[in-house]
């Protein structure tokens, strides 16, 4: 009894000489019973086969190891990767013999006994002499030959925009070295300080306290995720959505619910799985009420998610002039990613107003109209042009009938064939004579554009609350490229919006038929005239009470009705370099007999036409 209470004394004197928290050291008798108390008598699972003293596995007041602490424990030789990220500011090393965390890998790294000590030689186990951790064990954590997939320790943090060091009253410590140890996060005398995970952390993690003590995500307070949740998302984020904290909701586990701190899928940033399943553990309807999965993977066509797997990587560059991406076997690989248009930190539910970019869309980077990289958007069309405007490696192929394969029929249109800029969506809105409002104003009046209604009217011919339409307004990508059976139809629907996903070709929200193109172009019969077919223009343009009425156009009507015309035959959905977005589809509308094709607007409503379609010539045909 002397001798083990001379032992405490100077265990207690040692410590406190130490670079241990002041709490840590007041921890001690915290130990008994916990998952590091390795005495024969104790409620732990693992356990010693006879010996009773908590304390001889780490530390002996005599003929220790030459190490701080009086440790008792053989240390380890075993160098392992460390972890590194393309957006890591720091600098991370091997661990030194002088750090802390090197007496915590004397057991973490699996490669020594846990009985295995200095001072009292080979103490045997209940789950057998020379017992190691196993490579399965989550306290391994090097059971997969590496500490690339656990966060970083034994370095000193860099201080930047969203990361700051604990203060100085926080349980969180960096030790005297400016370094962060294991011991900055855990606690190993004490295991319930956090009584929900029990992972002998220095303080309680709900929330992500310990996590924001240090990384500060710009935004973080006030987004989606970080908000408490309703009580049905509460409720239905239990393990089987990835917890692995013992907390339930997306608020209690905050970081957690993406990362883990060890041993994650993907080690660069500690993503807990692959990126989009990360997201679609609660975004399959399973927590959040939309259903996003289903749209990649039960549409027929989508942004292609699923076919680039975690490519993604926050450190890339989407400047214009060169965007790279990660490489493959088949040469540079081309990605749209979850994380590629959402910001998951800063994303919210607020709504906005053209074009400004939606809460869903805070904080993601872009591409601005004049073409510099943006570090967050401030309108909706950014985020489109990172990979619809001069992204260098977007497909552009001089015979613009098969680019986008895998979409839908592309128009061969008269003002872009064989122009490797034609599908460049950013020069095509913020260089075109006349163009739908998207990066500015047309500021047409009624006398120009007759067809324009007051409202965006939903897909059952109700006004959408909320989107007014005048000459100064501006529409959204997403007006037109968006879910065909989601909530932004304006109906009863509740499926998610976006251009996720769609079953119209060029993820259209509603119906924009194309005329087929015949064998040979000027030759066909058009489509058959329907309504439906027409819908996509209706919801901004009075398809039947004004296009048809021939406001516009004096044969507005007979050119839909009798020749089965589509709208995309003569106008171009974004842009042309003639009035009234005026850019015929060449696979359908051809030169006339001499040779011309030509639209001339004169005054509105009138011009004349030179050109040969469905088999009729026009030379300079007046309306």
């Not at 690339?148 to 009253?169: C, I, K, L, M, Q």
């Not at 040779?595 to 509105?604: A, D």
Request: hydrophobic share 30%; net charge neutral.
């Amino acid at each position: 009894m002397r001798r083990v209470a001379i032992f405490a004394l100077g265990l207690l004197v040692a410590l406190a000489a130490s670079k241990l928290p002041r709490a840590q050291v007041n921890n001690k008798a915290s130990i008994i019973n916990s998952k590091h108390d390795f005495r024969a008598g104790s409620s732990a699972q693992v356990r010693s086969a006879n010996s009773n003293n908590a304390c001889i596995f780490c530390h002996t007041p005599h003929n220790s190891a030459p190490a701080n602490y009086l440790w008792n424990h053989t240390l380890s030789t075993r160098d392992f990767p460390t972890y590194s990220s393309s957006t890591m500011q720091s600098t991370v090393t091997g661990i030194l013999p002088q750090d802390v965390s090197k007496l915590c890998l004397s057991c973490h790294d699996g490669t020594i006994a846990l009985g295995d000590t200095v001072n009292d030689g080979a103490i045997s186990f209940v789950q057998g002499d020379n017992y190691t951790l196993p490579a399965s064990s989550s306290s391994n954590l090097a059971g997969d030959q590496t500490f690339a997939n656990d966060h970083p320790f034994g370095f000193v943090p860099r201080v930047g925009p969203e990361t700051v060091n604990p203060g100085v009253s926080d349980a969180v410590r960096l030790d005297r070295s400016g370094k962060l140890q294991c011991t900055s996060c855990h606690d190993p005398h004490k295991e319930d300080a956090d009584p929900t995970t029990r992972k002998f952390l220095v303080k309680n993690n709900q929330a992500s306290a310990l996590c924001l003590t240090c990384h500060q995500k710009i935004g973080w307070d006030g987004s989606a995720h970080s908000l408490p949740p309703d009580l049905t998302e509460d409720v239905r984020y239990t393990q089987t959505q990835g917890a692995h904290t013992g907390y339930t909701g997306v608020r209690n586990n905050g970081c957690e619910s993406c990362h883990r701190p060890h041993a994650p899928q993907v080690a660069q940033r500690l993503i807990k799985n692959m990126e989009e399943n990360v997201c679609f553990q609660c975004h399959d309807a399973s927590v959040a009420n939309r259903n996003i999965k289903t749209e990649f993977v039960g549409k027929t066509y989508t942004h292609p998610v699923m076919l680039t797997p975690s490519s993604h990587d926050a450190a890339e560059n989407p400047n214009s002039a060169a965007h790279p991406m990660p490489e493959t076997s088949s040469g540079t690989l081309r990605h749209a990613e979850c994380m590629d248009c959402h910001n998951s930190h800063q994303a919210t539910t607020a709504a906005a107003q053209p074009p400004l970019a939606s809460g869903a869309l805070t904080g993601a980077q872009g591409q601005s109209a004049a073409n510099s990289f943006l570090p967050a958007v401030a309108n909706e069309y950014e985020v489109c042009f990172k990979c619809h405007g001069d992204s260098a490696n977007k497909p552009q192929l001089l015979d613009s009938s098969t680019a986008g394969v895998g979409y839908g029929r592309n128009p061969q249109r008269q003002f872009n064939a064989g122009n490797l800029n034609a599908f460049n969506t950013r020069m095509e809105f913020t260089q075109g004579l006349s163009f739908h409002p998207v990066t500015r104003p047309r500021n047409l009046s009624t006398v120009e554009v007759p067809s324009l209604r007051t409202n965006i009217i939903g897909a059952g011919g109700a006004p959408i609350t909320g989107r007014p339409l005048s000459s100064g307004s501006q529409i959204y990508c997403t007006d037109c490229h968006n879910n065909d059976s989601g909530r932004n139809l304006g109906t009863s629907s509740i499926g998610a919006s976006g251009p996720h996903g769609s079953n119209l070709p060029h993820l259209l929200e509603r119906a924009n038929t194309l005329e087929p193109a015949p064998a040979v172009s000027g030759g066909g019969n058009g489509t058959a005239y329907s309504p439906a077919n027409y819908a996509l223009c209706d919801k901004c343009h009075d398809v039947a009470n004004s296009v048809l009425a021939d406001r516009s156009f004096t044969r507005h009507s007979s050119h839909v009705r009798t020749d089965g015309a589509a709208c995309s035959t003569c106008h171009d959905a974004h842009s042309s370099s003639t009035p009234m977005l005026m850019n015929f589809d060449r696979s359908v509308v051809a030169a006339n007999s001499l040779g011309v094709l030509q639209f001339t607007r004169s005054s509105p409503g009138h011009g004349t036409c030179s050109l040969r379609c469905h088999g009729t010539d026009h030379n300079n045909l007046a309306y």
